[in-house]
C-alpha cells in the first residue's frame, strides 16, 4: 500500500486549533515527477528504491495523502517591508506532518503550491515551476555550503497552468525544515494578545529546537539562542554572498535555517549594496544591510516575548534589551571567523580586520567577482604573479601593496603555505548557483521540458569545493551580455 510508505508523526497537529486550519491539499490534475533527493530521503528513513514516477507523482502533489498525514496550514503574521500584517498564513502550503530522521530529530514534510487555504487572500495557492526549480537548487546549494537551510525532497509539475503576468506550467516543492515555525508564528498570537498560545507555541519551539536551554530562565534562554543562531546564520550568507532578498519576519525561521527562497540570488561582482529583488527599490534587504535587518527582526521577536520574560514590562523589556545587545558582538565574530578563514587566518591578530576590509575594498572598485576572487587567493599564496589578479584589476600596484601586507600575515600562521591553501579551499568555493546559471536551468525546463541543465547545475553545486577542469563555465562570473540583474518573488 502506498498510503503506507511514510510513517508521520504529528505534533504540530496536537497543538490547539487556533495554530492551523486542517486542510488537504488540492489535488492536480497530471502531476508528474520531476526531480525526487535520493540522499536526502535515505537521510529521512524514506527507502529510495520504494519511490518511482508513478508513486512519487502522486505523493508530491498530494494527490495521495500517506495514512498517517494529518495535513494543515499554519499560521502566521509578519512584518514584510517593515510593515505589520496581522495575518498571513500557509495560503500555498500545507504541512503533511513530520518524519523522524535516521539522526534522530523531527523534520516537517511540506507541500508548497499545494492549492488555497484559508490564508490565500487573493493568491490562487499555487506556484509556477520556475520559483519551485529556483528554491530546490538554491536551498540545496547552501546545504552543501554548509549553511543551513530548509531542504529540498521532489519537484512535481502539476499538469495545471498558473496565471501571473502570462500563463505559466504549474510545480509542487516538497520541503523538509526543521520546523517552519517562524518570528511571524509568535507575532500572530501577540497581535491577538493571546498569550496563553504564545506561551504553548514558545514551549512547543523549546522542546523541539532548544531542549538544552535553561529550565530555570527558559524565554531568556530561548531568546538568546534564536539571536545567536541567526547572527550565525546572516554571518554565512555574507561569506558566500548569499543575498536573501525577502528577510521579512514571516520568513525568519525560529530554528535558524534559511527560508523561503523567492527572490534571493548569489552576487557575482562584489557589490555591498547588491539588491537583486525587483521589488526591493530601496535596497532595505541589500547584501551589507542583512545583519542590521536582522537584528530588526529579531527585535520584533523579543516584543512577542516580553509577556513570558517577566509580569514587570520595565523588567521584561531591559531582559530583552539585554539579549539584543549580544547581537552585535555575535554578528561580528561570526563573521570575522569566516572571512579570516576564507583568507587563510587560522590564528586571531588585530590587523586581521584592516586586511579584509581592504581586501573588500579592491574587489569593489575593481568590479571584481566575489566568489572567484577568494578562490584564487589560494593560487596567489603559490604564485605573487596570479594571471587572475594580474588581468582583472586595474590598480595593481594597490593590489601588490594589499598582497604583500596579506603574505606577511600568513608568515605568522607558522603552517607551510601548500597546507594554508588547502584548507582555504575548503572554505572558499569554486561553484554556486550564479543567477544566470539558474535561470537558463529553469527557462529550459520551464520552456523547453529539458531537465538537463537544471541537472547538471545540481550535481556542480553539490560538490562546491573541488574544482574540476570539466567544469569551469560553471565557475566564471557572467559575461555582460549574459548578466540577470534582477530576481523575480514569482508568487
Ligand atoms: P512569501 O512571499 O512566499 O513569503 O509569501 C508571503 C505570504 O503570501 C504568505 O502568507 C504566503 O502563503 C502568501 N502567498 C504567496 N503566494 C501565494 C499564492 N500564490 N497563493 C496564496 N497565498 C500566497
Ligand atoms: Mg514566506
Not at 164 to 176: A, F, N, V
Not at 192 to 214: C, E, G, P, Q, V
Not at 299 to 309: G, H, N, Y
Not at 439 to 462: G, P, S, W
Amino acid at each position: 500500500m502506498i498510503e503506507d510508505f511514510f510513517n508521520l508523526t504529528n505534533s504540530y497537529a496536537m497543538l490547539p486549533d487556533i495554530f492551523y486550519q486542517k486542510i488537504s491539499p488540492e489535488p492536480v490534475k497530471n502531476p508528474k515527477l520531476i526531480k525526487f533527493n535520493k540522499s536526502l530521503s535515505k537521510e529521512l528513513n524514506i527507502d529510495p528504491k520504494k519511490i518511482n514516477e508513478e508513486n512519487g507523482s502522486l505523493f508530491f502533489s498530494g494527490n495521495v495523502l500517506p495514512k498517517s498525514s494529518k495535513p494543515l496550514a499554519m499560521a502566521y503574521a509578519g512584518h514584510q517591508f517593515g510593515n505589520f500584517v496581522p495575518q498571513l498564513g500557509d495560503g500555498r502550503a500545507v504541512l503533511l506532518g513530520e518524519l523522524i530522521a535516521k539522526n534522530g530529530d523531527r523534520y516537517d514534510v511540506q507541500l508548497k503550491g499545494s492549492g488555497k487555504t484559508i490564508f490565500s487572500r487573493n493568491g490562487d495557492g499555487r506556484s509556477p515551476l520556475g520559483p519551485v526549480i529556483r528554491e530546490y537548487l538554491l536551498s540545496e546549494s547552501l546545504h552543501y555550503l554548509g549553511i543551513k537551510s530548509t531542504r529540498s525532497l521532489a519537484i512535481v509539475a502539476t499538469g495545471e497552468d498558473v496565471f501571473r503576468e502570462t500563463k505559466l506550467p504549474g510545480g509542487i516543492l516538497t520541503r523538509i525544515a526543521s520546523s517552519h515555525v517562524r518570528i511571524g508564528t509568535f507575532e500572530f498570537f501577540l497581535f491577538k494578545n493571546d498569550i496563553k498560545s504564545l506561551k504553548i507555541l514558545a514551549d512547543y519551539t523549546i522542546k523541539r529546537h532548544f531542549r538544552k536551554i535553561s529550565k530555570k530562565t527558559p524565554y531568556k534562554s530561548l531568546l538568546k539562542e534564536v539571536i545567536k543562531s541567526q547572527a550565525d546564520l546572516i554571518a554565512k550568507w555574507m561569506s558566500v554572498g548569499f543575498i536573501h532578498g525577502v528577510m521579512n519576519t514571516d520568513n525568519t525561521a525560529i530554528c535558524g535555517e534559511t527560508i523561503d527562497f523567492g527572490p534571493c540570488a548569489f552576487m557575482d561582482y562584489y557589490n555591498p549594496r547588491q539588491v537583486y529583488s525587483f521589488i526591493d527599490e530601496g535596497g532595505r534587504y541589500s547584501y551589507i544591510n542583512q545583519g542590521k535587518i536582522m537584528l530588526w527582526n529579531l527585535s520584533k521577536f523579543a516584543e512577542t516575548l516580553l509577556p513570558l520574560l517577566s509580569s514587570n514590562l520595565e523588567e521584561a523589556k531591559k531582559e530583552a534589551i539585554d539579549c539584543l545587545e549580544l547581537f552585535p558582538n555575535y554578528f561580528e565574530e561570526k563573521w570575522l571567523s569566516s572571512m579570516r578563514k576564507k583568507m587563510g587566518f587560522l590564528k586571531k591578530f588585530k590587523e586581521d580586520v584592516n586586511i579584509i576590509s581592504e581586501f573588500l575594498e579592491i574587489l569593489k572598485s575593481e568590479k571584481m567577482d566575489f566568489t572567484q576572487s577568494f578562490r584564487k587567493l589560494s593560487e596567489l599564496i603559490k604564485n605573487r604573479e596570479n594571471k587572475y589578479f594580474q588581468k582583472n584589476i586595474k590598480n595593481i600596484s594597490k593590489f601588490n601593496s594589499w598582497s604583500s601586507k596579506w603574505s606577511q600575515r600568513l608568515s605568522k600562521e607558522n603552517l607551510k603555505l601548500s597546507e594554508i591553501s588547502f584548507q582555504m579551499n575548503k572554505i572558499n568555493p569554486v561553484y554556486i548557483p550564479r543567477n544566470h546559471l539558474v535561470e537558463k536551468a529553469i527557462e529550459n525546463a520551464v520552456f523547453k521540458n529539458n531537465f538537463v541543465v537544471m541537472n547538471k547545475l545540481l550535481e556542480v553545486i553539490q560538490d562546491p569545493f573541488t574544482e574540476k577542469s570539466s567544469m569551469t563555465k560553471y565557475s566564471l562570473s557572467p559575461k555582460k551580455k549574459e548578466i540577470v540583474p534582477y530576481t523575480f518573488c514569482g508568487t
